[in-house]
């Protein structure tokens, strides 16, 4: 009975060919380090991540984060680290601080004068306008006209 | 004010800090290290693997930490800069052969002047991740504490050799 | 001789462009239909001039003529001849030749569609475009010119970019520039109808066709870009929120935001002095996307090769071209009368503030974009603004413009009233809820984003039947496919684009919640196994293309057992430039897309690979093209189609600029 497992086995090259091993040995620590290098930004690259760059620098990072993460250091430390060394170009996420604060409230500070803005000159406008330029009157006319249109045409 | 004339006021805002912007450089990275420690480190010797190149070595005295590479084509743009300056004595530059072949940099150096009292090996790029360098050639000025008062990324050019540098080494040697 | 043709013809199309700018727009002023008629033909002798240097430009990479400059440094003798005509945008000088001949393509066509304008409005909108191509044929001429010479001639070129070698790229930068120059078009209406004072409803239904067809091929361009970045870049993703991709970005929020303030204009006659600003911004954000990828001031994947004096040009162009208009906006803008009343909660205030949200997402995207140049120029420190940023910036800003998108549509015009809305909403906002809820847990991974983003996207679609049902109801008689077709077009079209919004958020939705990866080592008949699917590799074969040598993986991927389709990864080498390209083979689906792409030679014939499960994601790009169909849809309206065979204005001059009102 065992042969003629075997024998099925070694006929059926598929069956006998593995399963392909993770490029990684520790595949948890890689999406620690995958989840970590996409926030952070590959120094000597144009635009790229850390997760994305095969630049020596890249790889070199990725090496000492692994390394970092081997030795249970937590995202803040590892982080930290990076910063200390290379600054807050490094971060994709700027940290929220005093020069940065106008990025960040910014959007929003937008929105609210924007919405502000539209419900006052909304308020405003509800007192002033009288009369109305485009009146259905003219819509009518209008559309008669491009009907005569069509139809000469 | 008119508020017809905001969209221009901001406009102008803009074309004013882009003006700025096309005067500087995107890619060029400050260093949060200057002002602080230079990290230590103990790397072989390239010409005598067997003896440790460290900073500590060097208390006291007022240096320049040069990272370069035999593969870097900015290292050989700025290497008359150095055999210049090493030449005058001024102040001793002191190599860190970046992720390199041992042979190579030796030839290379051989081939084109040593300007370096004593060239550190950094094969694994461990010492230039500490120091924060993301591309060779990167210097240091380090004063006689050991700490880092000026980083030159890119390559150093003998203007700001004349105007940065020197100026610099010479009030941290008065202190 | 044939380069020296088409520097020539660039000189002649500058001259004519001086004409076009001046006299046209002069004899508006005072009156000269003399002059006034200069317009029309100085815009098409432009066209064919500028179309000249760029055949003859064409020529010469067809020729492969190394001893022109340009031709030397973006070709090669063994580039394949549809690349080396693609590389003729392929670099800065080349593209923004493209650029101009764009432009005077819309220029042609203005003159073409024109007939039913004024005489005095025609004269000025193509006097502003002659204008703006001023700049760029001057810029071509003094710091960019694609025809300078090489002597000693090369022997060969240094090569296209092999990332710009591929289909995409013939296509993509075309299709981008179209709409980001289309936009030119608006911009002229604007400035034309401020330089003329008559700001009124029937400039909106003018600018609405134009604003639209530009805004169609800016969507398609900006699609086609982000799917060049997904299969040629290699890792699989389809938005960097890099700076060029932003530079894009911002002209496109703009000019949706400008499509919608078009229709309370051109419908009510209300908000023309924020409409024609949208105009102006639309395109300024397109010269600004120019400024910001070829002067270097940001860093980008795809920056073009810079050099600071071009950056100075066209900073200074910006500055007149851009700073002219607003100071002319801030100058003419408060004689613009009001329009017709409406209240907060109506069709005309939703899409208001639909515009509101809009350009809350564009100021962001422009924030984000700028700061660290901001930061850098004021000595404050160096940051990096990438996609964590944008990300947690723009969905709050988008979600509640979604949802004013399934609401707008069935509010009506003037006075709508939110308990009635509430009442015709409440299936469709219940259905949405319910399914965006349960469908993550049966999928058997819930998370809030993925929630949401179903939520919006399940309101779109069924707020949009609600809308059809309800319309449909409004026409008596006939049969159901009578009814269907007794809807206007432009409301398809509205339809359409906004059910285009709804499949794209699917797709973002799903490949963000759903997607896997894997990077593995694969050796020889092993076999790796993503989203259902067996991956079994079969090894290397080298092969050889036109100028590149390459490495082609085959993997053969099964479901079930059975196999259902045959992958060919490549590792490609470009000769020229020595530079490795990872070309990823996909097998693309309705449901999800295979990716693999080949990584690095182990030992012993072993590859490192890495495979992609990505469900869904081809509706991120197929939302697009919907949208712009939608669009599409909406320009073939009857209405359009009668306007342009006109001869007379097709709407009366409205009372707007009489009453002088501030808005």
């Given at each position: 009975?065992?042969?003629?497992?075997?024998?099925?086995?070694?006929?059926?090259?598929?069956?006998?060919?593995?399963?392909a091993?993770?490029?990684a040995?520790?595949?948890?620590?890689?999406?620690?380090?995958?989840?970590?290098?996409?926030?952070?930004?590959?120094?000597?690259?144009?635009?790229?991540?850390?997760?994305?760059?095969?630049?020596?620098?890249?790889?070199?990072?990725?090496?000492?984060?692994?390394?970092?993460?081997?030795?249970?250091?937590?995202?803040?430390?590892?982080?930290?680290?990076?910063?200390?060394?290379?600054?807050d170009?490094?971060?994709?996420?700027?940290?929220?601080?005093?020069?940065?604060?106008?990025?960040?409230?910014?959007?929003?500070?937008?929105?609210?004068?924007?919405?502000?803005?539209?419900?006052?000159?909304?308020?405003?406008?509800?007192?002033?306008?009288?009369?109305?330029?485009?009146?259905?009157?003219?819509?009518?006319?209008?559309?008669?006209?491009?009907?005569?249109?069509?139809?000469?045409? | 004010?008119?508020?017809?004339?905001?969209p221009?006021?901001i406009?102008?805002?803009?074309?004013?800090?882009?003006?700025?912007?096309?005067?500087?450089?995107?890619?060029?990275i400050?260093?949060?290290?200057?002002?602080?420690?230079?990290?230590?480190?103990?790397?072989?010797?390239?010409?005598?693997?067997?003896?440790?190149?460290?900073?500590a070595?060097?208390?006291?005295?007022?240096?320049l930490?040069n990272?370069?590479?035999?593969?870097?084509?900015?290292?050989?743009?700025?290497?008359?800069?150095?055999?210049?300056?090493?030449?005058?004595?001024?102040?001793?530059?002191?190599?860190?052969d970046?992720?390199?072949?041992?042979?190579?940099?030796?030839?290379?150096?051989?081939?084109?002047?040593?300007?370096?009292?004593?060239?550190?090996?950094?094969?694994?790029?461990?010492?230039?991740?500490?120091?924060?360098?993301?591309?060779?050639?990167?210097?240091?000025?380090?004063d006689?504490?050991?700490?880092?008062?000026?980083?030159?990324?890119?390559?150093?050019?003998?203007?700001?050799?004349?105007?940065?540098?020197?100026?610099?080494?010479?009030?941290?040697?008065?202190? | 001789?044939?380069?020296?043709?088409?520097?020539?013809?660039?000189?002649?199309?500058?001259?004519?462009?001086?004409?076009?700018?001046?006299?046209?727009?002069?004899?508006?002023?005072v009156?000269?239909?003399?002059?006034?008629?200069?317009?029309?033909?100085?815009?098409?002798?432009?066209?064919?001039?500028?179309?000249?240097?760029?055949c003859?430009?064409?020529?010469?990479f067809?020729?492969?003529?190394?001893?022109?400059?340009?031709?030397?440094?973006?070709?090669?003798?063994?580039?394949?001849?549809?690349?080396?005509?693609a590389?003729?945008?392929g670099?800065?000088?080349?593209?923004?030749?493209?650029?101009?001949?764009?432009?005077?393509?819309?220029?042609?066509?203005?003159?073409?569609?024109?007939?039913?304008?004024?005489?005095?409005?025609?004269?000025?909108?193509?006097?502003?475009?002659?204008?703006?191509?001023?700049?760029?044929?001057?810029?071509?001429?003094?710091?960019?010119?694609?025809?300078e010479?090489?002597?000693?001639?090369?022997?060969?070129?240094?090569?296209?970019?092999?990332?710009?070698?591929?289909?995409?790229?013939?296509?993509?930068?075309?299709?981008?520039?179209?709409?980001?120059v289309?936009?030119?078009?608006?911009?002229?209406?604007?400035?034309?109808?401020?330089?003329?004072?008559?700001?009124?409803?029937?400039?909106?239904?003018?600018?609405?066709?134009?604003?639209?067809?530009?805004?169609?091929?800016?969507?398609?361009?900006?699609?086609?870009?982000?799917?060049?970045?997904?299969?040629?870049?290699?890792?699989?993703?389809?938005?960097?929120?890099?700076?060029?991709?932003n530079?894009s970005?911002?002209?496109?929020?703009?000019?949706?935001?400008?499509?919608h303030?078009l229709?309370?204009?051109?419908?009510?006659?209300?908000?023309?002095?924020?409409?024609?600003?949208?105009?102006?911004?639309?395109?300024?954000?397109?010269?600004?996307?120019?400024?910001?990828?070829?002067?270097?001031?940001?860093?980008?994947?795809?920056?073009?090769?810079?050099?600071?004096?071009?950056?100075?040009?066209?900073?200074?162009?910006?500055?007149?071209?851009?700073?002219?208009?607003?100071?002319?906006?801030?100058?003419?803008?408060?004689?613009?009368?009001l329009?017709?009343?409406?209240?907060?909660?109506?069709?005309?205030?939703?899409?208001l503030?639909?515009?509101?949200?809009?350009?809350?997402?564009?100021?962001?995207?422009?924030?984000?974009?700028?700061?660290?140049?901001?930061?850098?120029?004021?000595?404050?420190?160096?940051?990096s603004?990438?996609?964590?940023?944008?990300?947690?910036?723009?969905?709050?800003?988008?979600t509640?413009?979604?949802?004013?998108?399934?609401?707008?549509?069935?509010?009506?015009?003037?006075?709508?009233?939110?308990?009635?809305?509430?009442?015709?909403?409440?299936?469709?906002?219940?259905?949405?809820?319910?399914?965006?809820?349960?469908?993550?847990?049966?999928?058997?991974?819930?998370?809030?984003?993925?929630?949401?983003?179903?939520?919006?996207?399940?309101?779109?679609?069924?707020?949009?039947?609600?809308?059809?049902?309800?319309?449909?109801?409004?026409?008596?008689g006939?049969?159901?496919?009578?009814r269907?077709?007794?809807?206007?077009?432009?409301?398809?079209?509205?339809?359409?684009?906004?059910?285009?919004?709804?499949?794209?958020?699917?797709?973002?939705?799903?490949?963000?919640?759903?997607?896997?990866?894997?990077?593995?080592?694969?050796?020889?008949?092993?076999?790796?196994?993503?989203?259902?699917?067996?991956?079994?590799?079969?090894?290397?074969?080298?092969?050889?293309?036109?100028?590149y040598?390459?490495?082609?993986?085959?993997?053969?991927?099964?479901?079930?057992?059975?196999?259902?389709?045959?992958?060919?990864?490549?590792?490609?080498?470009?000769?020229?430039?020595?530079?490795?390209?990872?070309?990823?083979?996909?097998?693309?689906?309705?449901?999800?897309?295979?990716?693999?792409?080949?990584?690095?030679?182990?030992?012993?014939?072993?590859?490192?690979?890495?495979?992609?499960?990505?469900?869904?994601?081809?509706?991120?790009?197929?939302?697009?093209?919907?949208m712009?169909?939608?669009?599409?849809?909406?320009?073939?309206?009857?209405?359009?189609?009668?306007?342009?065979?006109?001869?007379?204005?097709?709407?009366?001059?409205?009372?707007?600029?009489?009453?002088?009102?501030?808005?």
């Amino acid at each position: 009975m065992t042969w003629v497992m075997l024998i099925v086995l070694l006929l059926s090259g598929q069956v006998w060919a593995g399963e392909a091993r993770p490029l990684a040995d520790d595949p948890v620590a890689e999406a620690r380090l995958k989840h970590l290098a996409v926030e952070l930004r590959c120094l000597v690259c144009q635009n790229q991540t850390l997760a994305d760059s095969n630049a020596p620098l890249a790889e070199d990072l990725r090496r000492e984060v692994r390394e970092m993460i081997a030795k249970d250091m937590s995202d803040k430390e590892i982080i930290e680290f990076l910063v200390a060394r290379y600054g807050d170009f490094v971060l994709y996420r700027p940290p929220l601080k005093a020069t940065t604060t106008l990025l960040w409230v910014g959007p929003f500070v937008l929105l609210m004068i924007g919405a502000t803005a539209l419900i006052i000159t909304l308020r405003r406008r509800a007192h002033k306008v009288v009369d109305v330029p485009v009146t259905d009157e003219e819509h009518r006319r209008v559309e008669q006209l491009l009907a005569e249109g069509s139809k000469r045409s | 004010m008119n508020r017809f004339l905001l969209p221009l006021s901001i406009f102008i805002v803009v074309v004013v800090f882009l003006g700025v912007g096309l005067k500087l450089n995107p890619r060029e990275i400050p260093s949060p290290l200057v002002g602080k420690a230079a990290p230590d480190f103990s790397q072989p010797q390239l010409y005598d693997p067997a003896t440790v190149f460290s900073p500590a070595d060097l208390k006291g005295k007022v240096w320049l930490l040069n990272f370069w590479a035999s593969w870097c084509s900015g290292c050989r743009t700025e290497h008359p800069v150095l055999m210049e300056l090493a030449k005058s004595g001024e102040v001793p530059i002191f190599g860190m052969d970046y992720k390199d072949q041992r042979d190579e940099a030796l030839a290379w150096l051989k081939r084109w002047g040593n300007p370096y009292p004593v060239v550190g090996v950094d094969d694994a790029g461990r010492v230039g991740i500490n120091y924060g360098v993301y591309g060779v050639p990167e210097t240091y000025v380090i004063d006689k504490q050991g700490v880092i008062r000026y980083k030159q990324i890119g390559p150093l050019d003998p203007d700001t050799v004349a105007k940065k540098i020197l100026p610099l080494v010479k009030q941290l040697e008065s202190q | 001789m044939i380069p020296e043709i088409g520097h020539f013809a660039l000189i002649l199309a500058l001259c004519v462009a001086v004409v076009q700018g001046i006299l046209p727009i002069y004899g508006a002023a005072v009156g000269n239909s003399a002059l006034m008629a200069v317009a029309k033909p100085a815009a098409r002798g432009q066209f064919l001039l500028v179309l000249t240097a760029f055949c003859c430009l064409g020529y010469a990479f067809a020729e492969k003529d190394f001893s022109v400059l340009y031709v030397a440094a973006t070709s090669n003798s063994q580039l394949p001849l549809h690349y080396r005509l693609a590389a003729i945008w392929g670099a800065h000088e080349g593209s923004l030749l493209l650029w101009t001949f764009i432009l005077t393509i819309w220029m042609f066509a203005v003159t073409l569609f024109s007939a039913h304008l004024p005489d005095a409005t025609r004269s000025r909108i193509l006097g502003v475009m002659g204008l703006v191509s001023i700049g760029f044929l001057l810029f071509m001429l003094t710091v960019s010119n694609p025809f300078e010479r090489l002597i000693p001639a090369a022997l060969d070129g240094r090569d296209l970019n092999p990332l710009l070698q591929d289909p995409g790229m013939v296509i993509h930068p075309p299709m981008l520039y179209m709409g980001y120059v289309g936009f030119s078009v608006a911009f002229a209406f604007a400035i034309a109808a401020l330089l003329g004072g008559n700001l009124d409803a029937a400039w909106a239904r003018w600018s609405r066709p134009w604003t639209t067809v530009a805004w169609c091929f800016l969507t398609v361009g900006i699609a086609m870009g982000s799917g060049w970045a997904y299969y040629e870049l290699g890792w699989g993703g389809w938005w960097f929120w890099d700076p060029v991709e932003n530079a894009s970005f911002m002209p496109w929020l703009a000019g949706t935001a400008l499509v919608h303030s078009l229709a309370v204009t051109d419908k009510r006659g209300g908000f023309k002095v924020w409409t024609v600003l949208l105009a102006i911004m639309a395109f300024s954000l397109s010269l600004l996307g120019t400024f910001l990828v070829r002067s270097g001031v940001l860093t980008s994947v795809h920056a073009f090769a810079t050099d600071p004096k071009r950056g100075l040009f066209i900073l200074a162009f910006l500055a007149v071209v851009i700073g002219g208009s607003l100071a002319l906006y801030a100058w003419r803008a408060p004689r613009v009368g009001l329009g017709g009343s409406f209240a907060m909660v109506s069709r005309e205030g939703m899409l208001l503030a639909n515009n509101v949200l809009l350009v809350a997402a564009m100021g962001s995207v422009l924030l984000g974009t700028l700061y660290p140049l901001f930061l850098d120029a004021l000595d404050l420190g160096k940051i990096s603004v990438g996609p964590p940023y944008f990300d947690s910036v723009f969905v709050p800003l988008m979600t509640p413009a979604i949802f004013l998108m399934g609401i707008g549509p069935l509010a009506q015009w003037k006075k709508a009233s939110l308990p009635d809305l509430a009442k015709r909403l409440q299936w469709a906002f219940a259905v949405s809820v319910v399914t965006a809820l349960a469908l993550p847990v049966v999928m058997g991974n819930w998370t809030p984003l993925l929630s949401l983003g179903l939520l919006l996207a399940i309101w779109i679609a069924t707020t949009a039947v609600v809308t059809l049902r309800e319309r449909l109801a409004h026409v008596s008689g006939g049969s159901f496919i009578e009814r269907l077709a007794s809807v206007p077009r432009s409301y398809w079209g509205m339809l359409v684009a906004h059910c285009g919004i709804a499949v794209f958020i699917v797709g973002v939705t799903m490949v963000k919640g759903f997607e896997s990866e894997k990077d593995v080592r694969m050796n020889v008949g092993e076999t790796a196994t993503i989203g259902d699917y067996t991956f079994r590799f079969d090894g290397t074969q080298d092969v050889v293309g036109p100028n590149y040598t390459a490495a082609r993986g085959t993997f053969r991927v099964s479901l079930d057992g059975r196999e259902t389709t045959v992958l060919y990864p490549e590792k490609r080498r470009y000769s020229v430039q020595n530079q490795v390209m990872t070309e990823a083979a996909i097998d693309p689906g309705l449901l999800r897309d295979l990716y693999v792409s080949l990584g690095e030679p182990l030992d012993d014939g072993a590859w490192s690979v890495r495979l992609y499960h990505k469900p869904f994601v081809d509706w991120i790009w197929g939302g697009c093209f919907i949208m712009a169909l939608g669009g599409a849809l909406a320009v073939s309206d009857r209405r359009y189609r009668i306007a342009w065979g006109r001869q007379k204005p097709a709407v009366p001059v409205s009372t707007g600029t009489a009453r002088r009102k501030v808005a």
